[in-house]
């Protein structure tokens, strides 16, 4: 399980450094993608494929499950670690999460969240949670 947050840089060639306690999980090679809210999303193999059969069952007839079915799989790439555990972040990525320089890698459960540092700061407000907090119990907790 991911958790924790991190602040790193990408450096001009688009390599980043994954925190030590992600790469444990993530193991050498993984997957990174587009994901919801402006971020990135980064998968270990184990939970990229769960993920991916969740995707392909989708029906190929519905016009949304097609658009959500492109969005996570035309932006995924799978990356390799080197040995200073720095990733290439594809320019398509990068471009997308608008990722210059200061990021902040979130651990939310099954995933890594890869933002901008911006956009991190400016969505993670929490002065709703107790409002949040009240609907979760229909969702089982």
């Not at 998968?43 to 989708?58: A, M």
């Not at 007839?61 to 996570?72: W, Y």
């Not at 459960?109 to 700061?121: H, V």
Request: one cysteine or more; aromatic letters at 10%; a negative charge.
């Amino acid at each position: 399980m991911f958790m924790g947050e991190y602040n790193h840089t990408i450096d001009a060639k688009g390599r980043l450094i994954i925190p030590s306690k992600f790469r444990e999980v993530l193991g050498d090679e993984f997957v990174i993608t587009k994901g919801l809210d402006g971020c990135l999303f980064v998968y270990d193999n184990n939970e990229w494929t769960v993920f991916e059969e969740k995707l392909k069952s989708l029906p190929i007839t519905n016009k949304d499950a097609r658009k959500f079915v492109r969005f996570f799989l035309a932006g995924a790439a799978s990356v390799e670690a080197d040995k200073q555990g720095r990733i290439l972040v594809p320019s398509v990525l990068r471009e997308f999460g608008e990722i210059n320089k200061d990021v902040v890698l979130v651990g939310v459960a099954s995933r890594i969240e890869i933002w901008s540092k911006e956009r991190w700061e400016s969505t993670s407000d929490y002065e709703d949670m107790d409002e949040i907090a009240e609907h979760m119990s229909e969702l089982g907790i």
